[in-house]
């Protein structure tokens, strides 16, 4: 019922402040006009090469739209990400869904839809532990939905300031956008020689006195992979054992959207919103042998862990502009809300724990977990916004948010026992191991100041963003109030330098707030690996101050090139520490677990240069030819117990290159695409990995029929591009600064290529 009445508020509380902003109108008050819609037409059929956006924002912002991405047919917002500077993923091979801007935790990125943030649980395999709830991840959300994408490299007082490596929104297409509609239909081959179905549609047109547009798609997913794991005691040792494993991800993501845009009074009133349900299911299953020779006789284990997973997230927001006291105001109210129920089994026999050869093996071991995550936000916005001068104008407002999780984990007592078994024991019933409820509120006012004269463009503003947060453990029977409030201040100015050239300055303090899961203090068995993770509640925020600059030039109509420098001083890291308790998968010799938490560990720096191209080759006589080409080296600093070494798992560099070559004659165009993401690197007490992924190749070749139709094919991974994980691992601290080993083991996986052949139609 709540939730009920939440969304009829986000929906039409504007239409209630609208109804009386209208009443009280003047009769020859301005009606907000929309601006000319896109033909559906245009929107299937492409007329020509599409290249980066030119962003008029004061503060750096790069803006690609859908037809940027659109002829390699992405699936989701992730994979239309991998083509843009400075975005890398620590995903599986064929997955992007966390995504890490400048090569930073997801954390560190701010993800908004149309603007707004979003809930999500960051996680898709725990309710606490090694997920995020203040990220996002962005292949929940089909590539069909967008209209472009922003990438704010530098924040501003109107946004919120989660937003340290900078931010991403996702504008979804509205009702002002598009007149007509088209359908999708296609397949999808993958190389265990599975097809999957992909289908959509989507219209927008006049409806009664204003614009609508609604959108459907479903995609059928599939991510088959193979894996292998080599352990030895240390590098240069001989082989202890191999495990072979297969990975296979099946799903379905399906998806609906809407808006409607009319005008009220004076003033416009657009209501949005949008689904999408996500059902997948993980299976992996692995087969271990002794000194890598795998014959029976040295058969050590057969692992079978699947995971079903049903997530649906959607939200609904109001928004009504109009003018008043001699300016232009907003009111927005918003709902969103995230729910992720997982059941995750695993099963293991292990073997040659005596004398006894296969398959009289002596050791059966069941798990079984339930976990269930439900986010939910309300979230309002009063701004408004008037000139000062004819060259200058000031914004102020203030934001509000509510937003509250409850997480419950429950597991049935292992089940285990001594194989042959006449009869086995059966399993005993599901127990709470973990239940919280986590509310945060925040109410964050600011002011704004922008300008322009003689070419040069500025802003600057001060936002003041507090923060109360409540965690009640249900199992502990503790609650724990946490508080803090920040004042954020920004600025930015872009100066022409001449009609084509602009350099650009901003600079931006911004936060990194505690996760919910890193402040409960539930404790979680085995969740990172074989280690446990108990939160920490008296965590403090991390705080930035960051700078970008940068030098953009335009190349004739369409094209542009930029280079930005970027530095970010962080404070009061948060990250993962072994607190040196043994875990409750402790075992030893052949198997150490620990305790892992969360804690405050110093500061630390972040840096980089980003280069990006976007331009057809007008210039040599090749208008019908467009390339694309954006290389990001990053950077970092922090101090751990063992001395400097980067941020954690932070990609070296981003490197990017395409092209698109368009026939018209034949009304034809082929393209191709090519992306390489250098190592990372990981180092926590009792654990250090690194992180190398093999190059990634995309091409499509497409046919247009007429001025509505079009058909393509497009091929991904065509490289077979592959993960190779090197684990360095220990038992104490002392042992990691001596090298001392207890295991050294390197992970490879590889996935094959996915072809996608889809028809699109105007009407």
Do not use: C
């Amino acid at each position: 019922m709540k939730k009920t009445m939440l969304f009829a508020l986000a929906a039409f509380g504007p239409l209630a402040l609208a109804s009386v902003a209208a009443a009280a109108a003047p009769e020859d008050a301005p009606i907000a006009t929309a601006e000319t819609p896109t033909l559906a037409s245009e929107v299937v059929v492409q007329a020509k090469i599409a290249y980066r956006n030119r962003s008029e924002s004061t503060a750096p912002v790069l803006d690609y739209g859908l037809d940027y991405f659109q002829r390699f047919e992405p699936l989701t917002v992730g994979d239309a990400l991998k083509r843009v500077p400075s975005v890398s993923f620590l995903s599986d091979v064929l997955e992007s869904d966390g995504v890490r801007l400048r090569g930073l935790d997801p954390a560190y990125t701010q993800i908004l839809i149309n603007g707004e943030k979003v809930p999500g649980s960051g996680s898709s395999s725990g309710a606490f532990g090694s997920g995020s709830d203040q990220a996002f991840f962005v292949d929940r959300i089909p590539a069909e939905l967008i209209d472009h994408i922003e990438i704010v490299r530098s924040n501003s007082a109107n946004r919120s300031g989660d937003a340290v490596a900078g931010a991403l929104n996702i504008v979804l297409r509205d009702a002002m956008k598009l007149d007509g509609g088209y359908v999708r239909v296609g397949a999808l081959h993958f190389d265990d020689k599975r097809v999957r179905e992909t289908y959509g549609a989507v219209w927008g047109g006049q409806v009664g006195p204003g614009r609508l547009l609604v959108g459907a798609n479903v995609q059928g997913r599939r991510n088959p992979k193979e894996k292998l794991s080599l352990r030895y005691d240390e590098p240069g040792a001989a082989l202890n054992n191999n495990e072979l494993q297969t990975d296979k991800r099946n799903g379905t993501d399906s998806s609906f959207n809407i808006a409607y845009d009319v005008p009220v009074g004076a003033g416009q009133l657009s209501v949005n919103g949008f689904y999408v349900h996500t059902d997948r299911y993980q299976n992996e299953d692995s087969i271990e042998y002794n000194t890598g020779n795998n014959v029976n006789a040295n058969l050590s284990s057969i692992n079978d862990n699947d995971v079903d997973i049903q997530q649906d997230s959607y939200a609904l927001n109001g928004k009504y502009k109009f003018p008043m006291a001699g300016g232009e105001t907003s009111i927005k109210l918003g709902y969103a809300s995230f729910e992720n129920n997982e059941y995750e089994f695993e099963y293991e026999t292990e073997y040659l724990r005596d004398s006894t050869p296969f398959p009289d093996g002596d050791r059966f071991t069941g798990d079984r977990a339930k976990t269930r995550i439900a986010d939910d936000e309300v979230s309002a916005k009063l701004e408004h916004k008037r000139d000062l001068t004819d060259s200058a104008s000031l914004e102020f407002g203030v934001q509000y948010e509510g937003k509250r999780r409850d997480a419950h984990v429950q597991e049935v007592p292992r089940n285990r026992y001594n194989l042959p078994a006449a009869s086995p024991p059966a399993f005993r019933p599901y127990g709470v191991v973990g239940s919280a409820r986590l509310e945060q509120t925040r109410i964050d006012p600011y002011i704004m100041a922008s300008g322009r004269s003689n070419g040069v463009k500025w802003e600057a503003g001060l936002r003041y963003e507090t923060t109360d947060v409540t965690i009640e453990d249900y199992v502990l029977r503790t609650k724990t109030d946490k508080d803090y409030q920040i004042l954020l201040p920004s600025a930015s100015v872009r100066y022409n330098l001449s009609g084509a050239d602009q350099i650009y300055a901003s600079v931006a303090r911004t936060v990194r707030r505690p996760s919910f899961q890193h402040l409960s203090p539930v404790l979680l068995e085995e969740e990172l690996g074989s280690n446990d993770f108990v939160g920490n509640p008296n965590l403090d925020p991390e705080k930035a101050w960051g700078l970008d600059v940068g030098y953009e030039r335009r190349m004739g109509r369409d094209g542009v090139f930029g280079v930005n420098v970027f530095y970010r001083d962080v404070k009061d890291l948060i990250e993962l520490t072994n607190t040196g308790v043994r875990g409750s998968a402790d075992d030893p010799p052949d198997d150490i677990a620990w305790v892992y938490s969360a804690r405050n560990t110093g500061d630390g720096k972040v840096y980089g240069i980003e280069f990006d191209l976007s331009t057809p080759l007008s210039f040599i006589g090749l208008d019908n030819t467009g390339v694309f080409l954006n290389y990001s080296y990053l950077d970092s600093e922090v101090s751990d117990e063992f001395g400097k070494r980067r941020f954690n798992s932070q990609a070296e560099s981003v490197f990017n290159v395409g092209f698109i070559q368009d026939i018209p004659s034949f009304g034809a165009a082929f393209g191709v695409t090519y992306r390489k993401q250098g190592e990372a690197y990981s180092r926590v007490v009792g654990e250090e990995v690194t992180t190398t992924y093999g190059a990634d190749l995309e091409a499509f070749i497409e046919k247009r029929i007429g001025k509505n139709m079009v058909v393509r094919l497009t091929g991904s991974n065509l490289l077979d591009a592959n993960k190779r994980e090197t684990f360095n691992k220990f038992t104490t601290l002392a042992s990691q600064q001596t090298r001392d080993f207890d295991e050294y083991e390197l992970e490879r996986e590889k996935a094959g290529p996915v072809f996608q052949l889809v028809a699109r139609m105007a009407f």
